[in-house]
C-alpha cells in the first residue's frame, strides 16, 4: 500500500483489464502496471526504461479522454499537474463501451 499525496484532485486511470496507467493530477504523478503479473499493483513501473513506449502509449489516450473536460486535466495535449482540488465532474464508460457523462 503506498500513500500518494493527490491534493484533493484524486486520480484518473485507464485499464485494459491487463495494465493500468494512473495520473494523479494534483501531484503530477503518474504509476503503470501490469495487472496480470502484479494484480495486487505493489509495482509500480512508471519510472521503468522497459516500458516508457507503452506508458507513453497510455498518456496519450487519458490526453484524449480528459481532452476538453472543465476540470482542466489537459493543457496544450498534455496532462496538467493542478494546484488544488477539482470540481466534481463525474464521467466514464460504461462496460459496453458507451460513454456516460454527468456533470
Known sequence: C???????SG???M???????????GAGDEHYFD???DP???HNLAESAGHRADIDTWRGLL???LEGRS???VDKGRLNTLGGPTAVAMHWVTPTGGPFAMA
Open 15 to 25: 485499464t485494459d483489464g491487463k495494465r493500468k496507467y494512473i495520473w494523479y493530477p
Open 63 to 65: 490526453v484524449e479522454e
Open 40 to 42: 495486487t499493483e505493489m
Open 2 to 8: 503506498a500513500v500518494v499525496p493527490t491534493l484533493n
Open 35 to 37: 495487472i496480470e503479473n
Open 11 to 13: 486520480m484518473q486511470y
Open 71 to 73: 476540470e482542466g486535466f
